[in-house]
């Protein structure tokens, strides 16, 4: 007998540190690599594992997050299956989710409706793949309350994670800790350590009890990787699962195991340039485990003008449908639908999202361009940082973000 399982995305982050990306729309509902939006990754990954009961918890700025899933993301209901966003519905008074757990804790009804033996619960904004089938099977065969996925990491960079100490035996969790500065390494690379990928497998029972009890604890932030996964550790029901032990059909060695964070605009911006190489690091041409989405109804792409210094060229980028390349240059970057450049202007190692319009003469530069953004003739985005960071957002490492139909200055 198939066991039943319910799968729940976790979509409600405001995230901040990618403003202005998400100052109109939630995280998990920014565009990424041209035409899919971040939570198609997730979402992409449980549909080829076969799990086809999906809810998506939302809350901040969800209506382009809920647009996006209601017009993509359409399941048979002749076999029950179904992809749901649900927002905060405060079925426990007059307040949002307060964290993660909170969030499930709020929406257990969806669990008790559906009557699951177990409940994936993982994270809407990372960009990788991951066949999730696997990783249940581990969980079952391991009789934990809760697997968490882990991907191994440098120990140096243990302070930048949610880090998982385990056991002498590489399974069982002995405790989970928030960024770190001194760590031990994993038992069979001392060199190593395990990050959380914020990707959960839960025995639906433990589950239920676990946020339920949370509930109760005034002192607690509600959080699934804060307060819900440490509860099991210290009871000992915690065990990882090894993201490099997960094969997904298709992949090849240099881009098996890849995942992103992107949670900052340098991070961001990384994973697109991840995206164009000849051998890409994450190759989006893997046919054997597609990411879905729906892009509408656009046009080939069309490069046009083929004469002296006016020629529409593209080089080690991805171009999507709906563009019109004019006499212009484009150079490793990624360009979303409905984009536009013109005559003589030149984009290099940038992101164009959706209806981008580049004047004549115009010159972009390691820049992120949100959509509908109308940049001048003759303008300049990423040629003088000092000029460019009293006009827009530059990022640590110098990537210049112009946020959703925001004005280009001459």
Same mark, same amino acid.
């Given at each position: ?10 979509a ?5 540190r990618?403003?202005p990306?998400?100052?109109?729309r ?6 990424f690599?041209? #035409? ?22 939302t ?10 899933i ?18 905060a ?14 969030a499930?804790y ?20 990372h ?5 999730? !089938?696997?990783?249940? =099977?581990?969980h ?32 069982? %969790?002995?405790?989970f800790?928030?960024?770190p ?11 190593? %350590? ?12 433990a589950?239920?009890?676990a946020?339920? !009890?949370?509930?109760q604890? &005034?002192?607690? !932030?509600?959080?699934?990787?804060? =307060?819900? #996964? ?5 009871r *000992? ?15 090849h060695d ?8 992107? *949670? ?7 994973a ?17 485990w597609? #990411? ?6 656009w046009? &080939? ?10 020629q *529409? ?12 390349v004019?006499g ?10 409905n984009?536009?450049? =013109?005559s003589w ?6 992101v ?15 820049a %992120?361009?949100?959509k =509908?953004?109308?940049?001048p003739?003759?303008a ?23 946020? !959703? ?6």
């Amino acid at each position: 007998m198939a066991v039943k399982v319910l799968a729940i995305v976790l979509a409600g982050g405001e995230g901040k540190r990618l403003m202005p990306l998400t100052a109109d729309r939630a995280k998990p509902g920014v565009p990424f690599g041209g #035409i899919y939006r971040m939570i198609d990754f997730v979402l992409s990954n449980l549909a080829n594992g076969g799990y086809l009961k999906m809810v998506v918890l939302t809350q901040y700025k969800s209506h382009s997050l809920d647009r996006h899933i209601s017009k993509t993301w359409r399941m048979s209901t002749l076999l029950g299956n179904y992809v749901t966003p649900v927002p905060a519905q405060q079925r426990l008074g007059p307040r949002w989710f307060a964290g993660s757990a909170d969030a499930i804790y709020q929406s257990l009804n969806l669990i008790n409706d559906e009557s699951p033996d177990y409940v994936i619960v993982f994270g809407a904004d990372h960009i990788y793949r991951m066949d999730p !089938k696997q990783m249940v =099977n581990d969980h079952i065969a391991s009789g934990a309350a809760v697997t968490v996925a882990g991907i191994r990491q440098p120990k140096s960079l243990s302070d930048q994670f949610g880090v998982i100490d385990v056991a002498e035996d590489g399974k069982r %969790i002995k405790a989970f800790r928030e960024k770190p500065k001194e760590v031990d390494g994993l038992p069979d690379a001392p060199d190593e %350590i395990f990050a959380s990928m914020g990707n959960y497998i839960f025995t639906t029972r433990a589950l239920c009890e676990a946020v339920t !009890k949370d509930a109760q604890d &005034p002192d607690s !932030k509600h959080d699934m990787g804060g =307060n819900i #996964i440490p509860m099991l550790v210290e009871r *000992g029901e915690a065990n990882v699962y090894d993201f490099r032990d997960n094969d997904v059909p298709g992949s090849h060695d240099r881009d098996r195991g890849y995942w992103r964070d992107v *949670g900052t605009l340098d991070s961001f911006y990384e994973a697109h340039m991840d995206l164009i190489a000849t051998e890409p690091i994450f190759n989006l041409y893997n046919h054997d485990w597609p #990411i879905f989405t729906n892009y509408g109804s656009w046009p &080939p792409a069309k490069f046009v003008h083929g004469y002296d210094d006016r020629q *529409g060229r593209s080089i080690e980028s991805m171009i999507s449908p709906g563009v019109v390349v004019s006499g212009a240059l484009v150079e490793r970057s990624v360009i979303s639908p409905n984009v536009r450049v =013109n005559s003589w202007a030149h984009v290099e190692g940038s992101v164009l999202m959706e209806g981008v319009k580049v004047g004549r003469r115009a010159v972009i530069r390691n820049a %992120i361009l949100d959509k =509908n953004v109308i940049v001048p003739e003759g303008a300049q985005i990423g040629v003088d940082l000092d000029r460019d960071r009293k006009l827009y957002t530059v990022s640590d490492n110098g990537v210049v973000v112009i946020g !959703k139909g925001q004005k280009v200055e001459l």
